[in-house]
């Protein structure tokens, strides 16, 4: 894919937009127009029906950057439904993108019924007991760690629902992701093994079937993702 990170077309002003799923859009004035057009919609459109039915009416907003300096996004739930803000300015595009997807994850969480939860949980256990010891994105893997750093820190309730929401939205972004575009996995002892990557997105997809168009695999050489 083109890496359109240093396009320097400029939008002069931005009002709100409708996205996909009926979601409206919001990006600061400034930002590089392919942003919006190249990378969130088409990110939100992979986003599966049955995945967006879950989650409120969603705002997002793209800002040069947030009033914390270090963090890249945020996500509130209100009465009006989900806002989320994305810090921008000096991000890769596609990093961006990726940023929304995580916190539409983070959402999605918290709304899965108690079956689903408790399946995802042992999921991750057979992972742990498997000694698989790697995770999808950074966040993931430092909630990881924290939760198996000690015997007492293995068994906190808190730690283990910590390491699960972290590791559910970094996957529930990966799906999305798979789905907006065929993807490079990369491979190394920090990272999720490609066994345990496909059968969590095969979860997913059981869960939040892929939209007409769209496809997880591959129709006959596997998993579109390449290892």
Do not use: N
């Amino acid at each position: 894919m083109r890496d359109d990170s240093s396009v320097s077309v400029r939008r002069a002003q931005c009002g709100p937009s409708r996205l996909a799923h009926g979601w409206r859009l919001e990006a600061a004035p400034g930002l590089p127009v392919e942003l919006a057009d190249g990378f969130v919609r088409p990110a939100v459109r992979a986003v599966p029906r049955a995945l967006a039915a879950r989650l409120k009416p969603c705002r997002i907003r793209l800002l040069e950057r947030l009033e914390g300096p270090e963090q890249a996004s945020q996500w509130t739930e209100g009465e009006a439904g989900l806002e989320i803000a994305v810090a921008c300015d000096g991000v890769e595009l596609h990093d961006a993108a990726m940023e929304l997807l995580v916190c539409l994850g983070q959402a999605l969480w918290g709304q899965l019924a108690p079956a689903e939860s408790s399946t995802y949980l042992i999921l991750l256990c057979d992972e742990v007991f498997a000694c698989v010891a790697g995770e999808i994105d950074e966040e993931a893997l430092a909630a990881k760690r924290r939760l198996l750093s000690g015997r007492l820190a293995a068994r906190s309730r808190r730690r283990l629902q910590d390491y699960a929401r972290a590791s559910f939205a970094a996957t529930a972004a990966e799906y999305v992701h798979c789905l907006w575009h065929d993807v490079t996995v990369r491979i190394g002892p920090e990272h999720l093994p490609a066994p345990q990557l496909r059968r969590r997105l095969e979860l997913l997809a059981r869960w939040f079937p892929p939209d007409r168009g769209y496809r997880l695999f591959a129709a006959a050489t596997g998993p579109s993702v390449t290892i």
